[in-house]
């Protein structure tokens, strides 16, 4: 390959048991078989032992949605190194506002359950819920239950997830703003740009010095983004 600098040399991989952070983010998401899925494998791989000990549980995916989601928009902002923001353009004066989603602008989120009547109540869902029920209303109000006659109302009334309309207004001329999010579906988007950029470094290393996907997984990240940087801008160095 004409015009590239000396290979450098392999990173020493033996003996390292975890690959670095991003590598195994893109393998949590090629995991999941579905968006919850992918969330649930996102979540396992980035929640600490604290989180799950706060919501007294012991696996991500039986986290309650609200605080599920707000953990992802977390896993967003390390894995990016920004916040996830919403642009929406205002229907009066057509002036474009932008609204940060993170944990200190979409508030914090408390545990909550309802009391529905003597002996019955429900609970807020997990992604586990939500999975599990297939986008069936009745079998998740099933699966959340405690006790026998909650209603979807109910069940509407103690979800605090990060799905639905947002709230704000005009930076402009101040009118009111809404704008439909739904945080899993923007952050898992996010994630899988990234991941695609991680597939694209790893392919233009691999083709440049001839090292495996293993070797080039254990690079640290700056690391392995500074030499595929550099082999792209090589005018021999690529196509
Ligand atoms: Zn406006």
Do not use: K, N
């Amino acid at each position: 390959m004409a015009g590239l600098p000396a290979a450098p040399r392999p990173p020493e991989t033996a003996g390292r048991s975890a690959p670095p952070r991003l590598a195994a983010l893109a393998a949590a998401l090629d995991d999941g078989g579905s968006a919850l899925a992918q969330a649930i494998e996102v979540l396992r791989w980035a929640v600490t032992d604290a989180a799950l000990a706060a919501s007294a549980v012991s696996d991500a995916a039986d986290l309650p949605v609200g605080v599920a989601d707000r953990l992802l928009l977390d896993v967003y902002e390390r894995a990016l190194g920004r916040v996830l923001e919403r642009t929406v353009a205002c229907p009066e004066c057509g002036e474009w506002t932008t609204f940060p989603l993170a944990g200190d602008t979409v508030g914090e989120h408390w545990p909550r359950s309802a009391w529905c009547g003597p002996g019955a109540g429900v609970r807020e869902p997990t992604y586990a819920d939500l999975l599990l029920a297939a986008g069936d209303p009745a079998a998740l109000l099933a699966r959340c239950a405690v006790g026998s006659t909650p209603t979807l109302t109910d069940l509407a009334a103690v979800e605090a997830s990060l799905c639905g309309p947002l709230r704000s207004s005009c930076a402009g001329c101040g009118v009111a703003l809404v704008d439909d999010v739904d945080v899993m579906g923007l952050v898992l988007a996010g994630l899988t740009e990234l991941q695609a950029e991680l597939d694209w470094e790893l392919h233009v290393l691999a083709t440049a010095y001839g090292w495996d996907p293993e070797t080039i997984d254990a690079l640290p990240d700056a690391r392995r983004r500074r030499l595929a940087d550099l082999v792209s801008s090589d005018p021999g160095g690529r196509g």
